[in-house]
């Protein structure tokens, strides 16, 4: 393994670690707010690794959506939510069976994709500036999930424009 | 002439092989020195910029009470130094010599770490502000989005300050600055798109490049009639989201004391405005690299050129400061969903319609 590599991989398990940690504090702690904060940190952390991997749209792209808009709205509704700000809230409820099941399901479903997927490994590093060719990916092959998305969120901005109006 | 216009690329490589130099003796093996070589010139890089930031802010924070002071007819800083030019020292010696309190009923780790959560993505942007030519410290393929990445994410660390600080107008604050920056994103991100339209790239260099015909007539600025609008509506949204008056609700003093830096004191407050000064130096940065061609200009070398850019466009935040009101808080969040929102569609719209034209034009 050369130097570079050796650097690659440890770049790569210190932000796995930040992922992991931010996960951890995520699910783990009962104060609402600081799992949000929690999981802002595992949002960065996985747009760290996209950047390790010369992803850097989707890097960009995971940050600006996820970390400024997904994130962002669940603070609001933490903060708006009257009574879940208090800290120590009882970590089970009525549905921490229901959940568990369903979180299970999860993990063994995408364990058995992870497993069972062939994952090439190309030997060779993109050079080329890979963000024209997503657009136009997203103009001829995915033509219609691209619109279908587009019509939503139009339509979504629109709705805005008309509450504000009111 | 041609010294001072390569003053610092011309130091960067000389630095380059007096290090390659010096390894070349040492006996390691050629990637080791290879590695060795890139650390050591990106630390520099990186002290060149955590030097350049916090020397900035000075000037900035000693500009702005001299211009504003002059607009309102005052004298201003005038004790500390010949001109009160000593005034920014005395203030940091007084930001870090102050008692740091933490409220008792604070989140105190959030409390903590607000300030420095709000200061990394404003020093990460400077990874990808173009200071001259060949003077980038990283010419990302998605230069633009990564800005506007980075300036969302001061909103998480506005929120921690917020709520961390259990104090009602603390949180009065950051909802406040929450929504706004939000809201004023939205026609931000949508000018450039008609930027993105133009020259069909994100790389900040790129974007300078394409600018640099016609002696300075193609500047995007002068993309009639979409550029001055796009400029205009990405300068005032740019302004909102770096909360400069008349966009500072969220720390306007007449309503809420300081927002969400209520609870602050000493150099965690001192962090926050650092913070605040540096956005808004970025934001000149990015609208002078974005629409005025960048460092490009005649007789002066790129890095003057870009400061001068810049500073006029600071100097025109700071008059918008001296000049006029704050406004009211359902008034910014229409003026953003009412007047930017619509502006910036339609430029988008009017821009693609007009492409074959620009294009033809060489813009």
């Known amino acids: 393994m050369t130097i570079p590599e050796l650097l690659t991989h440890l770049a790569f398990f210190v932000?796995?670690?930040?992922?992991?940690?931010?996960?951890?504090?995520?699910?783990?702690?009962?104060?609402?707010?600081?799992?949000?904060?929690?999981?802002?940190?595992?949002?960065?952390?996985?747009?760290?690794?996209?950047f390790l991997l010369e992803a850097e749209f989707l890097a960009v792209v995971q940050i600006l959506v996820y970390v400024g808009a997904?994130?962002?709205l669940i603070l609001f509704a933490v903060m708006l939510t009257r009574g879940l700000m208090t800290a120590g809230l009882p970590a089970f409820n009525g549905q921490w069976i229901a959940a568990a099941g369903v979180a299970l399901l999860f993990f063994f479903i995408f364990f058995?994709?992870?497993i069972g997927t062939h994952w090439p490994i190309k030997n060779f590093q993109v050079t080329t500036d890979l963000t024209p060719k997503i657009g136009e990916q997203l103009m001829t092959t995915y033509v219609l999930p691209f619109e279908v998305a587009s019509l939503l969120l139009l339509a979504a901005l629109v709705g805005a424009i008309v509450i504000a109006r009111e | 002439m041609d010294f001072l216009n390569n003053l610092f690329t011309n130091l960067y490589d000389n630095v380059k092989v007096l290090l390659v130099d010096a390894l070349k003796s040492s006996g390691l093996p050629a990637d080791a020195q290879g590695v060795l070589v890139a650390l050591v010139l990106a630390v520099i890089v990186i002290t060149a910029i955590l030097i350049f930031a916090p020397v900035t802010f000075l000037a900035l924070t000693y500009l702005e009470r001299k211009l504003v002071g002059r607009m309102q007819n005052r004298i201003g800083a005038n004790r500390v130094g010949p001109f009160g030019l000593l005034q920014p020292i005395a203030d940091m010696i007084k930001m870090f010599t102050k008692e740091d309190i933490i409220p008792a009923n604070a989140d105190r780790l959030v409390h903590t770490l607000a300030p420095i959560a709000i200061l990394i993505p404003t020093v990460m942007s400077f990874a990808v502000v173009p200071f001259g030519r060949n003077m980038q410290a990283l010419d990302l393929n998605v230069g633009l989005l990564y800005i506007v990445a980075m300036g969302s994410l001061g909103t998480i660390a506005v929120f921690m300050a917020g709520f961390g600080s259990s104090n009602k107008f603390a949180l009065i604050g950051g909802m406040r600055a929450v929504a706004q920056i939000i809201s004023y994103e939205i026609p931000q991100v949508l000018t450039l798109v008609t930027i993105l339209l133009l020259t069909g790239t994100m790389s900040l260099q790129k974007i300078i490049d394409a600018q640099s015909g016609w002696g300075g007539w193609q500047w995007y600025v002068f993309a009639f009639p979409v550029g001055p609008i796009a400029f205009i509506v990405y300068f005032l949204s740019a302004l909102a989201e770096v909360n400069r008056t008349p966009f500072d609700l969220p720390e306007g003093e007449s309503e809420i004391v300081a927002g969400h830096m209520t609870e602050y004191s000493g150099m965690k407050f001192g962090m926050f405005y650092f913070a605040e000064f540096l956005n808004m130096f970025i934001v000149c940065m990015i609208a002078a690299t974005l629409f005025l061609g960048g460092w490009q200009g005649p007789f002066l070398p790129p890095w003057v050129w870009m400061l001068v850019k810049t500073y006029a466009l600071v100097w025109i935040a700071f008059w918008f400061r001296g000049t006029l009101p704050r406004f009211r808080i359902d008034q910014l969040m229409g003026f953003a969903w009412k007047v930017l929102v619509p502006i910036a569609l339609i430029?988008?719209?009017?821009?693609?319609?007009?492409?074959?034209?620009?294009?033809?034009?060489?813009?």
């Open chain 2, 347 to 363: 430029n988008i719209f009017v821009t693609t319609v007009l492409l074959p034209l620009y294009n033809s034009l060489g813009f």
């Open chain 1, 70 to 72: 997904i994130a962002v």
């Open chain 1, 112 to 114: 058995f994709i992870a």
């Open chain 1, 15 to 50: 932000f796995g670690a930040l992922t992991l940690v931010g996960a951890l504090i995520t699910v783990g702690t009962r104060n609402l707010l600081h799992s949000a904060l929690g999981l802002v940190l595992a949002l960065v952390g996985v747009a760290a690794i996209y």
